[in-house]
């Protein structure tokens, strides 16, 4: 729940970046190890997409995983974002 509302407040486009920033601690071995979880989930997301079932969700639990460790996964999903956000707004109509 932390994580979540923490993400919530962040600001679009740099909510990833900010949270791996403030995050970034441990040894390389947690490093890697978390990477490959994130990496994990996110090939179980895959196999899980054609299937009923939360397939997006084990890819977007895979991607935070890798965001955490990876200031590139965290800038990808900023990037993924914004994108997703130019799509999803609806734009203003002038009468």
């Not at 740099?14 to 994130?38: C, M, N, P, S």
Request: net charge positive.
């Amino acid at each position: 729940m932390k994580i979540w509302q923490e993400l919530k407040r962040g600001r679009p486009g740099h909510r990833f970046q900010g949270r791996y920033e403030r995050h970034t601690q441990g040894g390389v071995l947690r490093k890697w190890l978390v990477i490959a979880g994130g990496v994990l989930l996110i090939v179980a997301g895959v196999v899980f997409l054609p299937l009923p079932g939360p397939g997006v969700l084990i890819i977007l639990a895979g991607g935070l995983l890798m965001a955490e460790e990876s200031l590139a996964a965290a800038r990808a999903l900023d990037w993924i974002e914004l994108r997703i956000r130019s799509v999803f707004s609806s734009p203003r109509r002038s009468r």
